[in-house]
């Protein structure tokens, strides 16, 4: 639960038309498969201790051949020293990691394509949070009890949908659309009176959801008004810059909203009408708002509740 401090707000005599804002959502790109190795050289610990032994041949031979006793023993001693040497650094180079392995020709051990890959992606991803109103694991629960544990084919699509709609917050309500014209076969399929109405409450759920403003699934579940700290009556706060706290809970999909602050008289005619910006509430998130207020001069009580946001709110001004 998060809190805001945004001591702005928009006043008006009335009501006030707010946008709506549509977002798109995308397909998921499948992974891309990685090329096969292509054959490569490099350094190799036999191919160096060959060299080092026929360069050793090859100089004491000449030095055998070439110069007479003492002399050619002399220049061999120095050969072989050289060649113990160089053996010795390599045997260092080798356990260093310098010299590798051949390198192997062939496909990986395991090659999957890119739907797979791409279904995997989709499997693993994670849930994002579903408003009550269109949450149907329990009923999805008690279909599988009223079928013996066996649902029908014909439920392969509202299962498919479903998942759809858990796994992506974009373009939910296209997505409950689709569900709900997946649900109309099942309808057919019940066999008790209990589940029939169960079936028909979905539908009716989806369809309030897919007709409905984000906001109208937002509340204001408390609020209060307070000067100096202290909780006060409208009627004790008119003519002054008054503290208000309220609580919104959001009870459907994440939306920008604002609390709307309509100020009425002892009849109950409104006065004046402020918009207090709360910013992003998520879905099944509550969020406190604790900002300033004019209080009109003839206000005596005042109905708390919210509004779709507007891009931008002007300072309160009276």
């Given at each position: 639960?998060?809190?805001?401090?945004?001591?702005?707000?928009?006043?008006?005599?009335?009501?006030?038309?707010?946008?709506?804002?549509?977002?798109?959502?995308?397909?998921?790109?499948?992974?891309?498969?990685?090329?096969?190795?292509?054959?490569?050289?490099?350094?190799?610990?036999?191919?160096?201790?060959?060299?080092?032994?026929g360069v050793t041949a090859v100089f004491i031979a000449i030095?055998?051949?070439?110069?007479?006793?003492?002399?050619?023993?002399?220049?061999?001693?120095?050969?072989?020293?050289?060649?113990?040497?160089?053996?010795?650094?390599?045997?260092?180079?080798?356990?260093?990691?310098?010299?590798?392995?051949?390198?192997?020709?062939?496909?990986?051990?395991?090659?999957?394509?890119?739907?797979?890959?791409?279904?995997?992606?989709?499997?693993?991803?994670?849930?994002?949070?579903?408003?009550?109103?269109?949450?149907?694991?329990?009923?999805?629960?008690?279909?599988?009890?009223?079928?013996?544990?066996?649902?029908?084919?014909?439920?392969?699509?509202?299962?498919?949908?479903?998942?759809?709609?858990?796994?992506?917050?974009?373009?939910?309500?296209?997505?409950?659309?689709?569900?709900?014209?997946?649900?109309?076969?099942?309808?057919?399929?019940?066999?008790?009176?209990?589940?029939?109405?169960?079936?028909?409450?979905?539908?009716?759920?989806?369809?309030?959801?897919?007709?409905?403003?984000?906001?109208?699934?937002?509340?204001?579940?408390?609020?209060?008004?307070?000067?100096?700290?202290?909780?006060?009556?409208?009627?004790?706060?008119?003519?002054?810059?008054?503290?208000?706290?309220?609580?919104?809970?959001?009870?459907?999909?994440?939306?920008?909203?604002?609390?709307?602050?309509?100020?009425?008289?002892?009849?109950?005619?409104?006065?004046?009408?402020?918009?207090?910006?709360?910013?992003?509430?998520?879905?099944?998130?509550?969020?406190?708002?604790?900002?300033?207020?004019?209080?009109?001069?003839?206000?005596?009580?005042?109905?708390?509740?919210?509004?779709?946001?507007?891009?931008?709110?002007?300072?309160?001004?009276?």
């Amino acid at each position: 639960m998060s809190g805001s401090t945004d001591d702005t707000a928009r006043t008006d005599g009335g009501g006030a038309t707010r946008g709506t804002r549509d977002t798109s959502g995308g397909d998921v790109d499948p992974e891309p498969v990685e090329p096969e190795p292509t054959p490569e050289s490099g350094p190799n610990l036999a191919a160096f201790l060959l060299t080092a032994g026929g360069v050793t041949a090859v100089f004491i031979a000449i030095f055998v051949f070439a110069f007479p006793e003492p002399i050619n023993q002399y220049f061999a001693g120095i050969v072989l020293g050289v060649t113990v040497i160089t053996l010795i650094v390599g045997m260092v180079l080798d356990l260093l990691g310098y010299f590798g392995d051949e390198a192997k020709v062939g496909v990986p051990d395991e090659v999957e394509s890119s739907e797979p890959a791409q279904l995997e992606s989709v499997r693993k991803r994670p849930n994002k949070p579903l408003p009550k109103q269109i949450n149907f694991d329990d009923e999805i629960r008690q279909l599988r009890d009223h079928f013996d544990g066996d649902l029908p084919d014909q439920m392969d699509a509202f299962l498919t949908e479903y998942e759809k709609l858990k796994s992506s917050s974009q373009n939910r309500k296209v997505v409950a659309g689709s569900l709900r014209a997946a649900l109309n076969p099942i309808a057919a399929l019940v066999t008790d009176e209990e589940t029939e109405e169960m079936v028909d409450e979905m539908g009716d759920q989806l369809f309030a959801y897919i007709k409905a403003d984000p906001v109208d699934n937002m509340v204001v579940t408390e609020h209060a008004f307070y000067t100096d700290g202290v909780q006060t009556p409208i009627a004790e706060l008119q003519t002054e810059q008054a503290r208000i706290k309220a609580t919104v809970h959001n009870k459907g999909d994440s939306a920008k909203a604002e609390v709307a602050v309509r100020f009425k008289n002892e009849a109950g005619v409104p006065v004046k009408t402020a918009y207090l910006p709360v910013g992003e509430v998520v879905t099944e998130a509550r969020k406190e708002l604790n900002t300033s207020v004019y209080v009109p001069s003839l206000a005596t009580a005042a109905d708390v509740f919210v509004v779709r946001a507007t891009q931008d709110t002007p300072v309160l001004d009276m």
